[in-house]
């Protein structure tokens, strides 16, 4: 049965026990609850990709919770429309810190930030000496400039997976490709596009845009395009209107070569262009989108966060109070990140 259902019913029990006329029983010896909270950046859900994943890997987590923590963990979702709602419900999450099933104080919480994002919202949030922090899909540079370490200490941690190993692999391929026009069916042209959600640090935890770029080609034509996509996210609703006429224009134009699609939930809109306009002279890759046989039509890398995310939680779970790494990092050497780019 769901746990909030078991919760439930264990309230209705115990408010029915207080209410009746029998004699009064000792208050049940409850231990003080666990909880984990895990943040979503505004809309990330849904993006049957890095989000969803992470979302797995907390069910994931539930489901293989022991007999003697199914009760005492509790986990608590934030994913709402705006910035100011993530605002008010992270303030309203620090100013609870009562288990609702029963009413005693948390013994430690955790709070999971999935996107680079919400990291602003730490400075706003007072946390208790027992909370820690651990952030997702966060380069190493951006991490060390965080203002919240000093504060946090040995609370605060850094969970990614690195997918520059199947960025080498596709640049090896692209590589071939372009050197061997006559061992290609399409001939593509020598360019290579790089489409990403817009990061302020300008280092994305995936590290896909540092081995493009440093990545020394045989053919001097081929070229990079790092596409700045701030207004895009900014665009709201319209962004998958956008990022769908983005996709139309590299299936049709015909001056796309290669393209690598890393735009989070945009990246739907993308692949339904080239489900509906065909591919071009285009070959696009995606980043952790895998939609059906999608796998099997273009190249993909995954990076799989469920598992990496519901690992962590049980350790940190076993562990005590400050006790797991500052940073632990997961790619193609430890089986995290998979991919299905052919090799020459």
Known sequence: MNKKILMALALVCTMTACNSDDDQQPEASVAPGVEVCIVFAPNELGDQGYADRVLTGMHQFDMQLSEDDFDRVHLRYIAVGDTDAVKNELLRWDQQGISPYNGRAYERRLMVMTDASLLPYLADTPLGDTDEVLVM???NQQFDQMPEARRLGSRLHLLSISAAEAARKLCRHIDYETSHPEDTRLQRPKIVSLFQIHNPSGVLADSIAEVIANYRFDDDGVKVTDMD??????????????????????????????????????????????????????????????????ASRYPTIIRHYDRALCQWLQRWLSVPVGAMPEREWHGTWDGFTTDNISEE
């Open 229 to 294: 996509t701030e207004g895009l996210v900014k665009a709201g609703n319209n962004a998958y209107t956008q990022a769908y006429w983005l996709g139309c224009t590299m299936a049709e134009s015909r001056v796309f070569g290669y393209a690598v699609c890393s735009l989070n939930t945009y990246n739907t809109a993308i692949l339904a262009a080239f489900h509906i306009k065909g591919m071009g002279t285009c070959e696009p890759t995606f980043l952790d989108t895998e939609i059906g046989n999608s």
């Open 137 to 139: 899909n966060v380069a």
